[in-house]
């Protein structure tokens, strides 16, 4: 497609999602979840057809040698599928929250003020590898009564297209315009800067993927972008802890799937507990093939490991996202130096703490700065379906409009409503 086709191409998605998102934005609830349910259904009876599309994309990808953890993500699996499928249900089941006042609060000049939660209007969901964000972008649309205009990697664009498709059918079949959920059916990287620089169509874009396109979508766009740079997500295992518990969290928190933003990438232990706890947790590592990049301190104890794979950890491992069966292991005095070296060297996305230790608990919930902060619980937890938001769009490390998982609510805005009987200012 060349520069002008792509322009022509851009402008009219931007057209029809801008006139799609007025109709939209007046859905009643039950139509949208009408959509919303009749995807669920679609998603199930199609399950054989979207495998022969994802089937494509995967052959393609292995055949460019793309790393296997990164093939992972492109797989479209029934179990994939019919977590896309219960997302949607999940959604549908969920109050609407579009036009509901908060805070209405009288005035001393007789005036009632509050808020009024309303769509944002037109979001661009620029994203890589996953397909299945394909349904979880649309089905979030479709709830809180915006458009959408979704670019998938063109590793995936088989199996975009197929679900998108079937993301139409499901709203005409609820009587809702199809141009609410468009995929971008070109490849064309032009298509994307078009998109990001149009605000007279786009009210805000979402970025989804590795460092290298946030960066470029940052620094590029003419409209409001809510990102998440990076996963460069810790443990941290206090001194008091219960060791059992931390070794089954710390497990699950790398081991669980590597190529997620929320796997934890560093493990920090507590001087006081790390005699006893290393040599646990590193024989499950060993076991599972994890490279233990690490600190001298803890490389000292982790040498008794019975086929433990060690390296000397490097400054960059600290601010490393391996997406791999690797991790960063150090030693540190205790939650002090820990809440120190998370603000410090991790990407602000999910950190958590494996303590006994109440104040501990508490110091690191206040002092942590990022979008999650968890005690005693896997960081693999930190995504939208775990937390109850039906699916997520993204995790946004800004601490602007969205932080955490952006659900419903992170596609919202909120705006002013004055209720009055007649009052004047004087």
């Known amino acids: 497609m060349n520069a002008l086709h792509v322009a022509e191409y851009t402008h009219s998605l931007g057209l029809q999602a801008k006139t799609a998102s007025a109709l939209m934005a007046k859905a009643p609830a039950a139509i949208k979840n009408k959509a919303l349910k009749a995807l669920a259904r679609l998603l199930r009876e199609n399950v054989d057809a979207l495998q022969i599309d994802n089937a494509r994309d995967l052959e393609r990808a292995r055949a460019a040698g793309l790393?296997?953890?990164?093939v992972d993500r492109l797989k479209l699996s029934p179990k994939v599928l019919e977590t896309c499928a219960e997302g949607c249900e999940q959604l549908a089941a969920m109050p609407d929250i579009i036009g509901e006042i908060l805070g209405l609060k009288q005035q001393p000049s007789g005036i009632r003020v509050g808020q009024m939660r309303v769509p944002i209007g037109v979001f661009g969901m620029i994203y890589e590898?996953?397909?299945?964000?394909?349904?979880?972008?649309?089905?979030?649309s479709i709830k809180s009564g915006n458009a959408c205009i979704l670019r998938g990697g063109s590793e995936a664009i088989d199996s975009n297209k197929a679900l998108a498709k079937i993301v139409q059918l499901a709203l005409a079949e609820a009587g809702l315009p199809q141009d609410a959920v468009q995929l971008v059916q070109t490849t064309d990287r032009e298509a994307v800067g078009k998109l990001i620089t149009m605000p007279q169509f786009v009210d805000v874009i979402i970025p989804r993927g590795g460092k290298g396109l946030?960066?470029?979508?940052?620094?590029?766009?003419?409209?409001p972008v809510i990102k998440h740079l990076d996963g460069n997500c810790h443990t941290y295992v206090d001194d008091p802890c219960d060791i059992a518990m931390a070794v089954k969290v710390a497990d699950n928190a790398k081991t669980n799937k590597y190529s997620p933003c929320n796997a934890s990438e560093g493990l920090l232990v507590a001087r006081g507990v790390a005699a006893e706890?290393?040599?646990?947790?590193?024989?499950?590592?060993?076991?599972?093939?994890?490279?233990m990049r690490g600190c001298p301190e803890s490389l000292a104890i982790l040498q008794s490991v019975q086929g433990a794979n060690l390296v000397p950890a490097t400054e960059q491992d600290w601010s490393e996202e391996y997406l791999a069966p690797i991790i960063s292991v150090k030693v540190v005095a205790g939650v002090d130096e820990a809440i120190a070296h998370i603000n410090h060297y991790s990407s602000h996305h999910t950190d958590a703490i494996l303590t006994t230790n109440h104040v501990h608990a508490q110091r690191f919930l206040r002092e942590v700065?990022?979008?999650?902060?968890?005690?005693?619980a896997s960081t693999r937890f930190a995504d939208g379906f775990e937390y109850g938001l039906g699916a997520e769009i993204g995790i946004s490390t800004d601490k602007f409009h969205a932080r955490g998982p952006v659900g419903i609510e992170g596609l919202t805005s909120l705006k002013y409503v004055v209720l009055g009987e007649g009052e004047v200012r004087g």
Request: charged content about 25%.
């Open 277 to 291: 706890f290393l040599p646990k947790i590193g024989a499950v590592y060993a076991a599972k093939g994890v490279e």
């Open 214 to 223: 946030i960066e470029r979508i940052s620094r590029d766009a003419k409209v």
């Open 369 to 376: 700065d990022s979008a999650s902060v968890m005690v005693n």
């Open 67 to 70: 790393a296997e953890p990164m």
């Open 129 to 140: 590898s996953r397909p299945n964000v394909t349904i979880e972008a649309a089905s979030l």
